[in-house]
């Protein structure tokens, strides 16, 4: 029996220092992030722009997002603000910032259920044989285990998951 006690305590207090250690890991993040990844492809600007805008596709091409919902269209059809269901629950509403066809899209995360604000720039530079892609993040995550949470699977993990979909779509050209 006092094996048992013992066991029951040691597991507990272990289980009780990981989550001290992880909200400890998530307070010590900096809120604010900056990142930046670019790669040329051979691709032109065109075909970039109509894979990169197409937010009614997102469920088909991105594992994590399970369903979109547009909340607002431009007369001529261009979707300005939408909201994201990931698989883990909750939702994710964006906004379009900025659009220059085939130059440049800025989408801003105004509300999400994960605590987390933030903006994504996409520029496309035309490179003859091709296009030079650039993707800048700046996002920032108010909650300590959300921030400790994206600390364990890299800070930057989506933003080098949206490149490298980009490019697996793209290279084969």
């Known amino acids: 029996m006092k094996r048992i006690v013992l066991f029951a305590f040691g597991t507990s207090f ?31 600007p065109e075909d970039l722009w109509a894979y990169i805008t197409d937010v009614r596709d997102l469920p088909n091409r991105r594992k994590e997002v399970v369903a979109i919902k547009i909340l607002e269209t431009r007369p001529d059809g261009t979707i300005t603000k939408w909201e994201e269901t990931p698989d883990m629950g909750g939702y994710m509403i964006f906004e379009l910032r900025e659009s220059i066809p085939n130059k440049l899209w800025k989408i801003e995360l105004t509300d999400a259920s994960f605590k987390m604000r933030g903006s994504w720039t996409y520029t496309l530079e035309r490179k003859i044989p091709g296009t030079v892609i650039t993707i800048t993040e700046d996002s920032e995550i108010t909650s300590i285990p959300v921030r400790g949470a994206y600390f364990l699977a890299g800070r930057d993990a989506t933003l080098q998951k949206e490149m490298e979909l980009i490019h697996n779509r793209f290279s084969g050209r």
């Open 14 to 44: 272990l289980l009780i220092g990981l989550v001290v250690l992880f909200l400890a890991v998530g307070f010590f993040q900096d809120p604010k992030f900056h990142s930046e990844t670019s790669e040329w492809l051979k691709a032109e």
